[in-house]
């Protein structure tokens, strides 16, 4: 979805440019909010919350000895350290987007009409 933003925003830069040197009517294109649309990326932090405390001993259907199951906690570490993994690259991917945006904005300005000098 921000890809076809980014797109039609470039689009729109083109054919401004194309316009101001074809026509001498100017179009004045609004800058994008980066910090709105970088808001708008959620990057939240996921957490594996199974419980792996089982009964380790049973005996008649009664359990005598509780503890962590190993497995179950070496998978659940892992997937947690997916989802911080996750994280970061959702974060830095909404660095570069705002990073962009902001390029973008720039090339915005600089196509801009000046007005009369």
């Known amino acids: 979805m921000l890809r076809i933003v980014f ?12 316009l101001a040197q074809d026509q001498p009517t100017c179009v004045t294109i609004q800058p994008v909010d980066c910090n709105a649309l970088a808001q708008s990326i959620s990057c939240e932090l996921l957490r ?24 179950c906690e070496a998978a659940k570490a892992a997937q947690n350290q997916l989802y911080t993994i996750k994280k970061a690259q959702c974060e830095a ?25």
């Open 48 to 71: 594996d919350e199974r419980e792996c405390n089982k009964c380790m001993v049973s005996v008649f259907n009664k359990c005598q000895v509780r503890g962590n199951d190993p497995a």
């Open 93 to 117: 991917e909404k660095a570069a987007r705002k990073g962009q945006c902001e390029a973008t904005n720039v090339a915005i300005k600089q196509a801009s009409c000046k007005g009369p000098e």
């Open 7 to 18: 797109g039609f925003f470039i689009s729109v830069l083109v054919a401004a440019a194309a």
